[in-house]
């Protein structure tokens, strides 16, 4: 699974083979979240802050997830996407 970011011990992947609707995973730790950026559904459970530091990523840089789920869907090597600062 490609890791496309990384920031403040969070690790944000993104697997090739996935399905529709389009998310990433997130680990912190022993903590694993999966974030469906258009729905804004969140999948597990983590620290709130931790939550917070994600979804605030996740809200930042939407098109560039999608560009790497495109090129995931066609099996191309994935974009680093800039961390948190």
Known sequence: MPEISRFFGIVIKM??????PPYF???YGEHKIVVHWESGVVEGQCPGRVLNLVLEWCHLHSAELDEDWRLASERKPLKPIQPLE
Not at 15 to 20: N, P, V
């Open 15 to 20: 697997f090739y083979r996935d399905h529709a």
């Open 25 to 27: 995973h997130a680990v």
